[in-house]
């Protein structure tokens, strides 16, 4: 593995102002802040529409409603009022994975963006070949991609992504993508034009992120997780982002952010944390902090967050019209924040729900989530939360199936055991 040389955040923005025209000016038209692609001059809406978390079909007690696959089902009509919603204040790029809400993403945007005129978004699509008994096999890889065109109902695919290159290690990246001949055919395509941009998204190992610099491919872009606690916090297999960002910006390779807000964590913050931010520009809410740290980095194409409620979007159409930087004072403030945050017992779970379903009815994403919450609000655990008191279904070691789908490799089961520990304790403090 190669020797890391993390670079500071001031050396990172210095360096990046030397390619400021990778991602353009941050030209904003009807307030809203755009980036350009210097590769072919695309212009993004800064502000990207993830489409992980579209809101669900909802039975007349709250709980998704499946179809006979026992998938759950999106509900269209709201997704299509979303996506509109969108479109309409500028928003045009979508996100989305063969893999993204039981399989049903692209489907569901498909339906929505073909009431759209074509050149009004920019849509992308991944080989979601990472999950755990995946099929490697070049017809699998090859039947993927031809599907996420039918179901997004287009002929060009805008942005195409190498899924989370780094899981599993280099072994697993050579199997999924060189010796299947997978990647040979990606680049064809993007040769003929059915592919526009063709790059990856990285989780993981970082020998596998260091070795796509040295594979003599031209990378069109690629995607990190991103946000001001991972930028020198990371936790688990997750990368420092000042590493990642660092030789991105080094090699001219525009960059889409996830995780934005860490899957919520970053959205809800205690007041005594709060009181930092404050004290320094009062009235901002705990996204438009993390959302504004991002928006400060030069060479980010698009800012990707998941938004599965008109308020959610409106929110952050308002944060990014426009985008403005974080001044310095400001930037000190999140590096305080930051700090305090990263001694607060996180579980580093983004809630991207691919750990789920559990067999034994666990709600993995929800639980830790409402852990967090806790942590991150400063409330005390209560022994009788119904949604805590899942981990102690968890029947640990002896099932695991949830183990190997974590892209960041958060230690689910452990986490399991120290929530129902805190629940003993809480109920003996009662």
């Not at 996830?258 to 007041?271: D, V």
Request: glycine letters at 8%; proline letters at 4%.
């Amino acid at each position: 593995m190669k020797k890391r040389f993390p670079i500071s955040l001031l050396s990172a923005i210095i360096l990046s102002a030397l390619i400021l025209s990778s991602c353009g000016p941050r030209e904003t038209t009807s307030n809203l802040t755009f980036r350009y692609n210097h590769n072919t001059g695309d212009r993004i809406s800064l502000l990207g529409f993830g489409m992980l978390r579209l809101p669900w079909l909802l039975d007349e007690n709250g709980v998704p409603k499946r179809d006979e696959l026992g998938r759950r089902i999106v509900d269209q009509e709201a997704t299509n009022r979303l996506i509109d919603m969108a479109i309409a204040n500028g928003v045009n790029f979508f996100d989305n994975a063969p893999v993204y809400l039981d399989g049903m993403n692209e489907k569901a945007v498909g339906i929505a963006l073909s009431r759209h005129p074509r050149e009004s978004f920019f849509v992308s699509s991944k080989l979601s070949t990472h999950r755990e008994g995946a099929d490697f096999s070049f017809e699998a890889g090859k039947a993927m991609y031809l599907q996420s065109f039918k179901d997004l109902q287009v002929d060009v695919i805008d942005y195409y992504f190498l899924h989370g290159i780094g899981i599993g290690g280099m072994q697993t990246f050579r199997e999924r993508h060189i010796y299947n001949g997978m990647l040979d055919f990606l680049l064809a395509e993007r040769e003929a034009g059915r592919i526009r941009n063709l790059g990856w998204s990285f989780h993981g190992c970082v020998t596998v992120f260091d070795t796509m610099f040295e594979m003599g491919i031209h990378w069109d872009f690629a995607m990190i997780q991103m946000n001001y606690m991972d930028w020198q916090h990371a936790s688990g297999r997750n990368i420092n982002a000042e590493y990642l960002y660092g030789k991105l910006i080094k090699h001219n390779i525009p960059i889409f952010t996830m995780s934005s807000l860490r899957g919520g964590q970053l959205s809800h913050l205690n007041p005594a944390v709060m009181e930092v931010f404050d004290r320094v520009t009062p009235g901002r809410t705990a996204s438009e902090w993390g959302f504004r740290y991002l928006g400060s980095f030069d060479g980010i194409l698009s800012i990707l967050t998941g938004m599965n409620t008109e308020q959610q979007l409106r929110e952050n159409i308002q944060t990014f019209s426009p985008m403005i930087p974080l001044s310095v004072e400001e930037m000190a403030a999140v590096k305080e924040v930051a700090r305090i945050l990263n001694t607060a017992g996180f579980i580093n779970c983004t809630a991207c729900d691919y750990c789920v379903p559990c067999p034994f009815g666990v709600n993995i994403p929800a639980v830790l989530v409402e852990y967090n919450r806790h942590i991150v609000e400063g409330i005390p655990i209560d022994p009788n939360n119904p949604i805590l008191q899942q981990a102690r279904l968890c029947i640990g070691e002896a099932c695991g199936l949830c183990l190997p789908l974590c892209p960041i490799h958060v230690e689910i089961i452990s986490e399991m055991r120290r929530i129902e520990a805190l629940l003993d304790v809480a109920a003996t403090r009662n």
